[in-house]
T-cell receptor, first 111, second 111 residues
Framework: GESVGLHLPTLSVQEGDNSIINCAYS??????FIWYKQESGKGPQFIID?????DKRQGQRVTVLLNKTVKHLSLQIAATQPGDSAVYFC??????????FGAGTRLFVKA | SQTIHQWPATLVQPVGSPLSLECTVE??????LYWYRQAAGRGLQLLFY??????ISSEVPQNLSASRPQDRQFILSSKKLLLSDSGFYLC??????????FGSGTRLTVV
């Protein structure tokens, strides 16, 4: 069945470095992808999204890259800060009512 | 802007007791509403979604039920809780087919 998975369960980076969180998806029909950030004890928050007609989208300090050829999605965080420590989820949607969430990657930022 | 109110934040219930979690939304009409459950350190599992009043779709067989008595109200219930119902429950809103807005979550512990 379709699945959205993450390459690494945890990622540790030094404050000020760039972070890259990866995600693989298996449904080639997925046309909308989202990254969420979840801090401890809180609900996930929308970070950035990208549609399948794009391969890159930039936000404030974050960039999402989509490689449809290899079904790969990544989230890049520039100049990582302690406040970026959280679990990051990728999610895919095929245009219906349901979204498939990945298992999440925990990002640790070392001061 | 869209907001979700979800309560209570934490709940400890004995096995066999009933459950009622409520979610209300503001700032939008006729949203798609969702109930997700998140086990510790895991991703989000879709439990129910609703595209309108009285319309409920269940994703997984379980001890829970959902109802949508009003356009902006979504309720998660159980007649008799099981230990396996423990988890972090999130109400989600998707009004424009884009990313979700999530509530702050309810941490349920069944003892």
């Amino acid at each position: 069945g379709e699945s959205v998975g993450l390459h690494l369960p945890t990622l540790s980076v030094q404050e000020g470095d760039n972070s890259i969180i990866n995600c693989a998806y298996s449904n080639s029909a997925s046309d909308y992808f989202i990254w969420y950030k979840q801090e401890s004890g809180k609900g996930p928050q929308f970070i950035i999204d990208i549609r399948s007609n794009m391969d890159k989208r930039q936000g404030q300090r974050v960039t999402v890259l989509l490689n449809k050829t290899v079904k790969h999605l990544s989230l890049q965080i520039a100049a990582t800060q302690p406040g970026d420590s959280a679990v990051y989820f990728c999610a895919e949607n095929t245009g219906g009512f349901k979204t498939i969430f990945g298992a999440g990657t925990r990002l640790f930022v070392k001061a | 802007s869209q907001t979700i109110h979800q309560w209570p934040a934490t709940l400890v219930q004995p096995v066999g007791s009933p459950l009622s979690l409520e979610c209300t939304v503001e700032g939008t009409s006729n949203p798609n509403l969702y109930w997700y459950r998140q086990a510790a350190g895991r991703g989000l599992q879709l439990l129910f979604y609703s595209v309108g009043i009285g319309q409920i779709s269940s994703e997984v067989p379980q001890n829970l039920s959902a109802s949508r008595p009003q356009d902006r109200q979504f309720i998660l219930s159980s007649k008799k809780l099981l230990l396996s119902d423990s988890g972090f429950y999130l109400c989600g809103l998707n009004a424009a087919g884009d990313g979700y807005t999530f509530g702050s979550g309810t941490r349920l512990t069944v003892v």
